[in-house]
């Protein structure tokens, strides 16, 4: 390929610091194991709490389930030049020729700015936004062409209509529920970009194919827990009849690879199939209850799950790029949501869910875990 898969980290991260308070909560650094009574670790006036020694947002101000730690900030790097590799490229969307000449860009749910921070070196001309809820993007240490900002985007962005040359949103899938992307993040994504400019989307699919038994016992909590939060866990297959359904977007367009789970898919595999462990034990937390394992117990379940990839099928999950043009003219919010038959139509030629989707898998995983 050409790209190198190689893992680095390019900028200092933050370094999250405990209150007084959080240090009562564990004089260890950790928390005591397996509660999720968030009362019991959380910080005074903070927007975090602490499980089993990982820092997490309160769950009753946001969706988000992944915890907020420079763990976390290592997995997404991992997970960002994973993708670089798979694609090639860091972007679908032909933006390449904006960038070079100058262009605004915003990155949506930036994590910890890896993507941001890559392409700002490599594009000079160009200015970068990124915003997220999390904290964990570099606060000092960046180019002078970076900007970050803390925020929910579920509450809207805080820039003038048309700012954006380029808007990209990337592995949000648990992040929004379908609701939010159909009416608060879709809607910003589309007011804040310039006419002419374009937005792009990449999202996996979380409902992963030929697990064995315990990974498809996991991967069914997680659905289950995800469907709770009103969250579709296969939004990527969604996404597309929602960015058509604005009148402002067109020349809509989509692109799917599969991630090899384990050593059947070489470096990438095996990369990928620690990524998964690493993303297992991070929501591990969430599905405690669900799956009725206290900590120690979980742990052990990843690890059989992690073992299937090299003794079971040949596991892998797919994910999907998705980018639409915003059309000359169609200022703010001119493109409401409406559906356009003719946008569906080509959308649906170009992702066929009945194809794309495993259906005795799912079948399988609906029936795999013990509630």
Not at 63 to 69: F, H, I, S, V
Not at 159 to 174: A, E, Q, S
Not at 259 to 283: P, T, Y
Request: charged share 25%.
């Amino acid at each position: 390929m050409g790209q190198n898969l190689s893992v680095k980290k390019r900028y200092p991260i933050r370094k999250h610091k405990k209150s007084s308070s959080d240090a009562s909560n564990s004089s260890d650094g950790s928390a005591s194991s397996a509660s999720l009574d968030p009362s019991s670790h959380r910080s005074s006036g903070s927007n975090f709490q602490y499980i089993e020694g990982r820092r997490y947002h309160i769950a009753e101000q946001t969706r988000y389930a992944l915890p907020d730690d420079d763990e976390e900030v290592y997995r997404l790097q991992v997970v960002h030049y994973l993708l670089r590799y798979i694609w090639s490229s860091n972007f679908s969307a032909p933006v390449e020729d904006m960038l070079r000449d100058g262009g605004h860009v915003l990155d949506v749910g930036c994590g910890p700015g890896t993507w941001t921070l890559e392409l700002a070196s490599e594009y000079q001309q160009s200015t970068f936004v990124g915003v997220d809820i999390s904290p964990m993007f570099p606060s000092e240490i960046k180019p002078k062409n970076v900007s970050f900002l803390q925020l929910n985007a579920t509450n809207g962005l805080p820039f003038p209509d048309d700012t954006f040359d380029y808007v990209f949103v990337r592995w949000l899938t648990t992040a929004f529920t379908e609701e939010q992307w159909k009416s608060a993040i879709l809607p910003e994504l589309v007011r804040v970009c310039k006419p002419g400019g374009w937005i792009e989307l990449g999202e996996p699919d979380m409902r992963l194919v030929n697990l064995g038994t315990n990974g498809s016992r996991w991967n069914a909590a997680l659905a289950t827990y995800l469907n709770k939060n009103q969250i579709n866990p296969s939004t990527c297959y969604t996404l597309p009849d929602l960015v058509s359904s604005f009148n402002s977007l067109s020349q809509l367009s989509t692109d799917s690879r599969d991630i090899k789970l384990g050593s059947w898919g070489g470096k990438e595999g095996a990369l990928a199939a620690q990524d998964c462990s690493d993303f297992m034990k991070a929501i591990g937390p969430r599905l405690y209850e669900l799956l009725e394992m206290d900590g120690e117990e979980y742990a052990r379940f990843v690890e059989m799950a992690m073992q299937e990839f090299e003794t079971g099928g040949r596991s892998f999950m797919r994910y999907f790029r998705i980018w639409a043009r915003k059309d000359h003219g169609m200022n703010g919010l001119r493109g409401e949501m409406k559906k356009k038959n003719k946008d569906k139509k080509l959308m649906k030629e170009r992702v066929d869910v009945k194809e794309r989707v495993d259906v005795k898998t799912i079948n399988e995983m609906s029936n795999a875990v013990g509630m």
